[in-house]
Nanobody, 117 residues
């Protein structure tokens, strides 16, 4: 199993910034991609960003130019730097890992991001 712990969320004013962290532990062998998802109240969980197996980032259109995903492979940690936050970014943010190219269904408890207008 893989344990995922997200942190760094909080309350921020619109236009502000936050950096989220996700630490993976347990059976972290073969992890070759990691992603951030978010779930707003009353909405389905949606993809936000990922570091692909080749290390390249990919983002959902709504966060391009505002969010940056990065990782520390040695520590099995991934970060999501979020800038120019808007009310629409309010959600619980989760990370997810892929092992050997297959996305797993391990989820952490998430970290709440609340953007006030």
């Amino acid at each position: 199993q893989v344990q995922l712990v997200e942190s760094g969320g909080g309350l921020v004013q619109a236009g502000g910034s936050l950096t989220l962290s996700c630490a993976a532990s347990g059976s972290t062998f073969a992890i070759n991609a990691i992603a951030w998802y978010r779930q707003a109240p009353g909405k389905q969980r949606e993809f936000v960003a990922a570091l692909r197996s080749d290390g390249s980032p990919v983002y959902v259109d709504s966060v391009k130019g505002r969010f940056t995903i990065s990782g520390d492979n040695a520590k099995n940690t991934v970060f999501l730097q979020m800038t120019k936050l808007t009310f629409e970014d309010t959600a619980v943010y989760y990370c997810r890992v892929a092992r050997s190219g297959a996305w797993t269904d391990y989820w952490g408890q998430g970290t709440q991001v609340t953007v006030s207008s």
